[in-house]
C-alpha cells in the first residue's frame, strides 16, 4: 500500500508543478485544479473497464426475461437453473460480477488519496478553493459532503436497471442507502479527497449519458 500511496503522491505533485508551469501558480487555483484534472487522468485509464461494466449491465438489463423464464422452469432445481444461467451468461458474453472491479479498483485509490491529502506540503499555506476555506480539511460548510451523495445517487439511477421489479426496487433501496452511507463518510473528510469524488461522479454520469445515447442510436440502426 505504500508503494501506491507514494506513486499517486509524486504524480499528484508532478501534476502540480506543471499547472505552476503553465502560469497557474495561486495555489487557491492550482491546487484545485490538479485535483480535477487528476481525477480525470485517473478515469481515463479505467475507462476500458467502465466502459466494459456500462455495456454488461446493459446485456444483463435485456437478458431479464430470459433470466426469469430460467429460474421459473428450473424452480425446483436451484443447480439446474444456475448451470443454465451461467450458459446464458457465457452465451451473451455478459459477467454478473463485472460491475463490481472499476469499484475495486477504486477503492485502494482512495485510500491512497486519504494518505495523499493529509500529507500534501502546501508550505505552511492553508490552501481554499471555491467556498471551501481550507482544501486540506473538511468542508465547514457541508456542501461537498452533500453533493457527493447527490451525484452517487444520479450517477447509479442513469445505470441500466433490472427488468424484473423487486430487483429493480433493490437495487434503487441500496442506491439510496450507498448515498446517505457516502454523505456520513464524507462529512469530516479532507475536502480534497470528496472533491475528487465528487468530480468522479460528474465524469461517471457524463459517461452513462453517453453510453445510452450510444445504444439508442444501436437499436434505431438495427430496427
Not at 506513486?7 to 508543478?17: G, N, T
Not at 485509464?45 to 461494466?53: R, V
Not at 492553508?126 to 456542501?143: A, E, R, T, Y
Not at 429493480?168 to 442506491?175: E, G, H, R, V
Request: proline share 5%; charged share 15%.
Amino acid at each position: 500500500m505504500n508503494f501506491i500511496n507514494n506513486a499517486l503522491k509524486s504524480f499528484f505533485e508532478l501534476l502540480h508543478e506543471g499547472i505552476k508551469v503553465i502560469g497557474i501558480t495561486n495555489p487557491n487555483v492550482s491546487y484545485g485544479l490538479s485535483i480535477i484534472f487528476f481525477t480525470i487522468i485517473v478515469r481515463l485509464i479505467l475507462l476500458p473497464l467502465n466502459l466494459k461494466q456500462i455495456k454488461s449491465q446493459a446485456v444483463m438489463q435485456e437478458m431479464q426475461p430470459e433470466i426469469k423464464k430460467i429460474q421459473e422452469k428450473y424452480k425446483n432445481d436451484p443447480q439446474k437453473a444456475q448451470q443454465e444461467m451461467m450458459k446464458l451468461y457465457k452465451e451473451k458474453g455478459a459477467n454478473p460480477m463485472s460491475g463490481c472491479l472499476p469499484l475495486l479498483i477504486q477503492l485502494p485509490i482512495l485510500w491512497a488519496l486519504f494518505y495523499v491529502f493529509r500529507t500534501i506540503d502546501t508550505g505552511g499555506t492553508i490552501v481554499s478553493f471555491l467556498w471551501m476555506k481550507n482544501l486540506f480539511g473538511p468542508d465547514q460548510l457541508h456542501i461537498l459532503p452533500i453533493l457527493s451523495g447527490v451525484t452517487q445517487y444520479i450517477s447509479m439511477l442513469m445505470m441500466p436497471t433490472a427488468a424484473d421489479p423487486a430487483q429493480a426496487k433493490q437495487a434503487s433501496t441500496m442506491n439510496i442507502g450507498m448515498s446517505i452511507f457516502m454523505i456520513i463518510m464524507a462529512w469530516n473528510f479532507t475536502s480534497a479527497l470528496v472533491l475528487y469524488w465528487v468530480v468522479n461522479n460528474l465524469i461517471q454520469m457524463g459517461q452513462n449519458l453517453l453510453i445510452r445515447r450510444m445504444r439508442f442510436k444501436e437499436k434505431e440502426a438495427n430496427a
